[in-house]
């Protein structure tokens, strides 16, 4: 993965801390970025 890491970040259209987060704030993170609207505010 050391090896990989530089050519990951110069490629990347989006960074992601995942530290201390749980998988469904990683998720709303990454549609708030992407201005997607979440699950509960496409209902309303």
């Given at each position: ?35 997607v ?8």
């Amino acid at each position: 993965m050391a090896k990989r890491a530089p050519l990951y970040r110069r490629v990347a259209t989006m960074r992601v801390d995942t530290n201390r987060r749980n998988p469904g704030a990683v998720v709303r993170h990454i549609l708030s970025r992407l201005q997607v609207p979440s699950p509960s505010e496409a209902a309303t």
